[in-house]
């Protein structure tokens, strides 16, 4: 039986099940779950990293997504404040649209 020890959707034991297949859950206390999540976002976000098509990087990125609404949960936000934060950043120092690529600053 494949060992995985990480965090997976929900539904993952429900979809498992139904393939008659056996496993093993645990329910993980608030300090194992802030840190599977930080380390299902890497894992998401490299997946992002290695798509090859307009397809597969949108399907990351809603698994980076997804991530980010339970990150914001876990920090007692919405994903409306986070959303209201990014404005304000976006509105002091700008966003990504022009891509810009800084090269060096000198003193």
């Known amino acids: 039986m494949p060992t995985y020890n990480k965090l997976v959707r929900d539904r993952i034991p429900e979809i498992i099940k ?8 645990k329910i993980l206390d608030n300090t194992e779950y802030i840190k599977e999540l930080k380390k299902k976002s890497f ?4 997946e992002y990293v ?45 966003s990504f649209r022009e891509k810009v690529f800084l090269i060096e600053v000198s003193e």
Not at 18 to 25: C, E, R
């Open 50 to 94: 290695n798509t090859t098509n307009n397809e597969e990087a949108i399907e990351e990125l809603a698994d980076v997504l997804e991530i980010i609404y339970a990150l914001a949960e876990y920090h007692g936000a919405t994903i409306d404040k986070i959303e209201e934060v990014r404005k304000q950043k976006a509105e002091k120092r700008g």
């Open 43 to 46: 894992e998401e976000l490299d």
């Open 18 to 25: 139904k393939t008659g297949k056996k496993f093993s859950t």
